[in-house]
């Protein structure tokens, strides 16, 4: 079977830094995403990785480590509008679609 | 414009009704793709679309019927609703298997009374 696994809730002061988890156990695998999705709206493409290593996009940067199944997401700078969730995703093998993790809640405090 | 437009975004219906969502990309991507959002926000995929073929057909109550009349439309028709089938179903598209990511639509919201 296919399991992705993310903490359920996390919470963050504006201005922080914040890591969001993400271990993976899988028949394969094809490529790590992150998305983001506010409530009520639909998930939005943060971020890929398929090789290991760090993947810096402006205040959001992912890594991954393939021979630990692992990946986190690193928010920096924390803005109020940085609330929501935040889901992993694995392609387990090339012509499979995505594996979802169950989404870590991310609540960010002034 | 929209990429992904599904319609409609709310959908109230009671138990046993039949009811239509319909879903159009105007990416011309060649795959889409049906999920549902449940109550604890597990996103799980239903079914996949390739150029109007169906590839992928999760385990699903055949109550549940997709349409691809096209590669830009990918309709999803549910037969003898149940309370269980309500969820946040949420249209996608990708060109290929989806390697350069999902595009998600903005999601309807069913309930069923």
């Known amino acids: 079977g296919q399991n992705i696994d993310q903490p359920t809730e996390m919470t963050a002061t504006e201005g922080a830094i914040v890591q969001i988890n993400c271990t993976y156990q899988?028949?394969?695998?094809?490529?790590l995403f992150w998305y983001q999705q506010h409530a009520g709206e639909a998930p939005t493409f943060l971020s890929y990785?398929?090789?290991?290593g760090l993947e810096e996009k402006g205040r959001f940067s992912s890594f991954l480590s393939r021979s630990k199944g692992y990946s986190y997401l690193l928010l920096k700078e924390l803005q109020m509008k940085d609330s929501a969730s935040y889901l992993c995703a694995v392609i387990p093998n090339y012509g499979q679609n995505f594996v979802f993790g169950p989404g870590t809640r991310l609540s960010v405090l002034p | 414009d929209t990429a992904v437009s599904q319609t409609p975004k709310y959908l109230v219906t009671q138990m046993g009704n039949d009811k239509s969502i319909k879903c159009e990309q105007n990416?011309?991507?060649?795959?889409m793709y049906w999920y549902k959002q449940d109550s604890k926000k597990f996103l799980k995929i239903m079914f996949s679309y390739n150029n109007k073929e169906l590839i992928i057909n999760e385990t699903v109550p055949n109550r549940f019927s997709p349409k691809s009349p096209d590669k830009a439309h990918l309709n999803l028709h549910i037969n003898s609703l149940e309370l269980g089938d309500s969820a946040v179903y949420f249209c996608?598209?990708?060109?290929?298997?989806?390697?350069?990511?999902?595009?998600f639509g903005s999601g309807t919201r069913l309930t069923v009374v």
């Open positions: 899988t028949s394969g695998f094809n490529g």
């Open positions: 990785n398929v090789l290991d």
């Open positions: 990416l011309g991507h060649d795959t």
């Open positions: 996608a598209s990708s060109q290929g298997q989806g390697h350069y990511g999902y595009t």
